[in-house]
């Protein structure tokens, strides 16, 4: 995404906690905190605010409760409301099925991604860069990435019924970005959460997936670049 940005807008990237190979994982509210703090390190007193799946109920929790720091928000591809969960998500955050469940299904994912046959078939089947699904193979088959994702479905079902009652108090300008042919957020709770955010605009790419950053790269800097504009 920041090279699709270019040098049009400054760009922070943020490593969430349990993913930057220091900290543990949290909870909406911990993962909004070290948003806040990368924020006031880099010198930043308000941003748009980009978050894509659990990073956008992080963003929509920063949004509501640090309305100074967010100028904007971009939401793609949101698991910010109880919509946005299928069955799946419930039973990934269930006590011991949970994490098993989480391990063997990234092992199983990491260890094709790290197969260069399989690796090129979803490369050319998604169109996605194959030195990006060789680096992403790689990170799911630590055990780290599995605990932080077991973790994190358990704080997201947690805490989404909390956001969803934080939801009318965002006032940043809001984007939702849906890909019509998402499996895992269905387009119907982009449109739903469009409601629970007061002027908030809906795009749905057609025939993307949930991967939009990684899928549609040009078209969601685009919208990130517009979303910066002074309004």
């Known amino acids: 995404m920041r090279a699709a940005i270019g040098d049009r807008a400054r760009t922070i990237a943020i490593d969430r906690p349990g993913w930057d190979g220091r900290s543990a994982p949290s909870g909406l509210a911990g993962n909004a905190s070290a ?42 591809a949101p698991s910010a409301n109880l919509a946005s969960l299928n069955r799946l998500d419930r039973l990934l955050a269930m006590p011991l099925v949970g994490p ?9 994912i990491g260890a094709a991604l790290t197969a260069p046959p399989l690796r090129e078939r979803i490369g050319s089947r998604l169109s996605l860069d194959p030195r990006y699904l060789r680096a992403s193979g790689r990170k799911l088959l630590s055990p780290g990435a599995w605990r932080s994702f077991s973790t994190e479905q358990r704080l997201l079902i947690r805490d989404l019924p909390l956001l969803e009652r934080r939801l009318g108090a965002i006032s940043a300008p809001t984007t939702i970005v849906i890909g019509t042919a998402d499996r895992i957020v269905p387009p119907s709770s982009a449109r739903a959460l469009a409601g629970q955010i007061s002027g908030a605009e809906v795009v749905q790419l057609p025939r993307a997936t949930h991967l939009l950053p990684q899928e549609r790269p040009e078209h969601l800097g685009e919208i990130i670049v517009a979303a910066s504009r002074p309004r």
């Open 100 to 108: 098993v469940l989480a391990a063997t299904t990234l092992a199983g």
């Open 35 to 76: 948003a806040v703090a990368v924020l006031d390190a880099e010198r930043a007193g308000s941003a748009t605010v980009v978050g894509h799946s659990f990073g956008a109920a992080i963003a929509a929790w920063l949004a509501a409760h640090h309305p100074e720091r967010v100028e904007a928000l971009v939401l793609a």
